[in-house]
């Protein structure tokens, strides 16, 4: 049973340009997180998915940044006109349900985005 | 509002020294989940462990173990005999029960290096 795969593991864009990073969740796994990560920094928290469906996007900037997580295929996180400060780990989990009790989130690899 | 605070930021030790990492919480709901993740150099993040709120037992797994104290908010980990490969960030994190999708709430990370 492969893990959440994430692609690609490393993006390096030019300032203005999009950065769409992809999220293949765990097999029979239906709630996707993003989570980023800036240099020395923890995670935060920006986007959580249902399939078709945009749960809690609280932590999302309200700007330039969108996710979906579409029926068929990835999720997809997109980044349009990137910045230098959007330079940073991009990682996602899946979890077969609600995070708690009984099961946990599992993370990708992460895509390290550098912005130049 | 959920916070977690790891105050070590760095913590060196020699290979078979015993070392804790602290982590303390804040949170308003009686219902939650607490977390231990380590990312190592290659900056994957790898489960350790979940303890929920109604479950003070210590756990230990290995050369690993948990200490659960909820009447001082705290949810440390100890490595016992520590190796070279234990080098990395731990994570602390945590989940309240009524939160949306269950997202996770992060320390700021304590870095272990481990000497030999």
């Known amino acids: 049973n492969a893990g959440v795969m994430q692609n690609p593991r490393h993006l390096v864009r030019r300032r203005g340009q999009e950065a769409r990073l992809r999220c293949s969740p765990m097999?029979?796994?239906?709630?996707v997180y993003w989570y980023r990560q800036l240099p020395e920094e923890g995670l935060k928290f920006m986007v959580y998915?249902?399939?078709?469906?945009?749960?809690?996007e609280s932590g999302m900037p309200k700007e330039r940044f969108s996710a979906e997580f579409p029926k068929e295929g990835p999720s997809i996180l997109r980044i349009q006109q990137v910045v230098r400060g959007d330079s940073a780990a991009y990682f996602c989990?899946?979890?077969?349900?609600?995070?708690?009790?009984?099961?946990?989130?599992?993370f990708g690899q992460g895509t390290r985005l550098t912005v130049v | 509002a959920q916070k977690v605070t790891q105050a070590q930021t760095e913590i060196s030790v020699v290979e078979k020294e015993d070392v804790t990492l602290d982590c303390v919480y804040e949170?308003?709901?009686?219902?939650?989940?607490l977390f231990w993740y380590k990312q190592p150099p290659s900056g994957e993040l790898v489960f350790l462990i979940r303890?929920?709120?109604?479950?003070?037992q210590n756990e230990i797994s290995g050369r690993y173990s948990w200490n659960f104290q909820k009447s001082t908010s705290s949810f440390n980990f100890t490595i016992t005999a520590s190796q070279v490969v234990d080098s990395a960030v731990y994570f602390c994190?945590?989940?309240?029960?009524?939160?949306?999708?269950?997202?996770?709430?992060f320390g700021e990370g304590t870095q272990l290096t481990v000497n030999p």
């Open positions: 989990a899946s979890s077969p349900g609600t995070v708690g009790l009984s099961t946990e989130a599992f």
């Open positions: 097999k029979g796994h239906s709630h």
């Open positions: 998915l249902q399939k078709e469906n945009i749960i809690d």
């Open positions: 949170t308003r709901d009686t219902t939650y989940y």
């Open positions: 303890r929920n709120s109604f479950d003070e």
């Open positions: 994190a945590l989940s309240e029960a009524r939160t949306s999708g269950s997202r996770l709430t």
